[in-house]
């Protein structure tokens, strides 16, 4: 293939040079849809069922990406003697609190829910304190001269508003943090030193719908044994159950009542409920391992400086008859992953190979809270300090609805969060070689959706090291069993894949590792 002119581009004073030159380009050109359509028929397939961390399936997959390492040639790893890190995991099945308040016993998913995050406990109160909407603020306070030290706390959700729904604590129609913000209100019960906080929730059934998904799965924590939580126990009830409550006690009109007058006069009003409380918690617990499978390249001249690309290669398993195969979350950056270390094994293999080392690391465990990503960074198996930059593939098969129909993008995300320079060489590379939209959207600190700490690349940002979040954002498929390889768009992919794959060349190949010149937000 011809050899293009040498690019040369300046930013803030910082040369990139993305050179195509016929030896990357000849490895680049062996990333393509067919082989990652080929390896994503396996991976997302039934036989797979869904990849879930701890389970056959994913197991399964761990045992496939493994083989396809070692038919690239890339040799295991002594430090780990092979292919995978495994790692245990605790788990603590949720329906483990018995809530009795008067006579009656709240029932799990009907009539009260609540995350896992508390130890084993048992208390026992003969009165409970409506303590209004839980807040202490400058402006509202529900704790002024009330003394909440050994109460059970009962409390609104949201905050209080006047009837032409200004907020008094932001004295506008804009919500404050305290509706916003779930964990202010506990963290403060807690820090009164209230035993337990019940939280009315009027929109009960909703988010039960919303939130089902995580309420109902056991929480899972990495680790030799099970980390016990100093936290008070939250407790969420519906509307019905807060109102025989307060009906038990004599007390008429409910919260809702408190509520209108607080609404109608702009003060906070608590009142004392006779009805004995009890709350029992005794965690039903199990244990799991999990495994994620890496693959090194060593570098010939700089070995000890190590560039690591990222996926995760599990999901959610299946739900009954309904297998959620994960093709594009995240079957399309495994599949990607591999492709990138068949292609650096050829080169390697053809004297080639990249001045720093590469780790091609595929994680479990993502999808229960980034887990497999956060035991590699607590438990490295080659020094943080010598990691250079983690480029992280996370669901690149498919397009969303800001960009339909064109295909031709990706969002970039974290690559200016610690290193100028990275951001810098992306953009050159991209210019020089493949030629997409980099589309920024999801990299400003205000995203509400928050992406930039929800994949695996966050656990090395967390440890200063430079990152990319390579993302084609969320379709109607996500996370459903509906994400299926038919659905891939795998030129699209191959694209994508190239552009990870020439930014991982020229940062494995530059003269000088890459500066962390940009100081971590918090």
């Known amino acids: ?5 040498l690019l040369v581009l300046v930013f803030l004073g910082y040369s990139a040079i993305a050179q195509q030159d016929a030896k990357q380009l000849k490895y680049a050109e062996t990333i393509t849809a067919s082989d990652l359509r080929e390896r994503l028929q396996v991976l997302a397939s039934d036989e797979f069922e869904g990849r879930e961390t701890g389970q056959p399936g994913q197991k399964k997959a761990a045992e496939y990406i493994q083989a396809q390492l070692q038919s690239f040639g890339i040799p295991p ?41 508390f130890g084993d406990m048992l208390i026992q109160t003969e009165n409970l304190l409506y303590l209004g909407y839980g807040i202490d603020d400058a402006r509202y306070s529900d704790y002024k001269d009330v003394s909440v030290k050994g109460r059970v706390l009962m409390i609104s959700g949201g905050e209080p508003v006047s009837k032409n729904g200004i907020s008094y604590i932001t004295g506008t129609d804009e919500k404050s943090s305290w509706t916003v913000d779930w964990e202010k209100k506990i963290e403060l019960a807690t820090e009164r030193g209230a035993k337990a906080l019940l939280v009315i929730d009027d929109n009960f059934s909703t988010s039960v719908m919303q939130f089902g998904r995580y309420i109902k799965r056991p929480e899972i924590q990495i680790g030799e044994r099970p980390k016990e939580s100093n936290g008070i126990p939250l407790i969420y009830i519906n509307t ?22 607080t609404a109608k ?43 690591v690309i990222s996926a995760h290669y599990d999901h959610l398993g299946k739900k009954g008859e309904r297998i959620y195969n994960g093709a594009d979350d995240d079957g399309s950056g495994t599949t990607t992953v591999l492709e990138l270390a068949e292609a650096f094994a050829r080169a390697k293999g053809n004297g080639d190979g990249p001045k720093r080392s590469i780790l091609f690391m595929t994680v479990s465990g993502e999808e229960k809270g980034l887990l497999g990503s956060e035991f590699y960074t607590d438990h490295p198996v080659f020094p943080l300090e010598n990691t250079v ?86 379709h109607e498929d996500y996370h459903q069993p509906s994400d299926t390889v038919e659905k891939i768009m795998f030129q699209k992919m191959e694209k994508i894949a190239k552009l990870v794959f020439h930014t991982a060349w020229e940062i494995a190949n530059r003269e000088t590792r890459l500066k962390v010149d940009v100081e971590q937000k918090e």
């Open 240 to 261: 019905k159950m807060a109102t025989r409550i307060f009906s038990g006690a004599g007390v008429k009109g409910g919260h809702k009542a408190l509520e209108k007058k």
């Open 1 to 5: 293939m011809k050899v293009r002119a």
């Open 265 to 307: 006069q702009g003060k906070p009003y608590s009142v004392e409920l006779n009805v004995p409380v009890t709350i029992n918690v005794k965690k039903n617990r199990g244990e799991l391992t999990s495994e994620n499978v890496l693959g090194f390249i060593e570098g010939t001249e700089k070995p000890d400086e190590i560039v």
């Open 77 to 117: 790893i002594d430090k780990i003697g092979g292919y995978l890190q495994e790692f245990k995991l605790q788990l603590t099945y949720p329906d483990t609190v018995r809530l009795i308040v008067g006579n009656d016993t709240l029932r799990f998913l009907k009539d009260m829910y609540y995350f896992p995050g």
């Open 389 to 474: 930059a983690d480029l992280n593939v996370d669901m690149i098969g498919r397009i969303d609805k800001e960009h339909e129909p064109d295909s031709n993008y990706v969002y970039i995300i974290g690559s200016d969060k610690l290193s100028t320079e990275l951001h810098q060489l992306n953009e050159s590379v991209n210019k020089a070689y493949t030629g997409l939209e980099l589309d920024y959207t999801y990299n400003d600190e205000n995203d509400p959706n928050r992406f930039y700490y929800r994949s695996d690349h966050y656990n090395f940002a967390k440890n200063q090291i430079p990152v990319i979040f390579y993302f084609t954002g969320v």
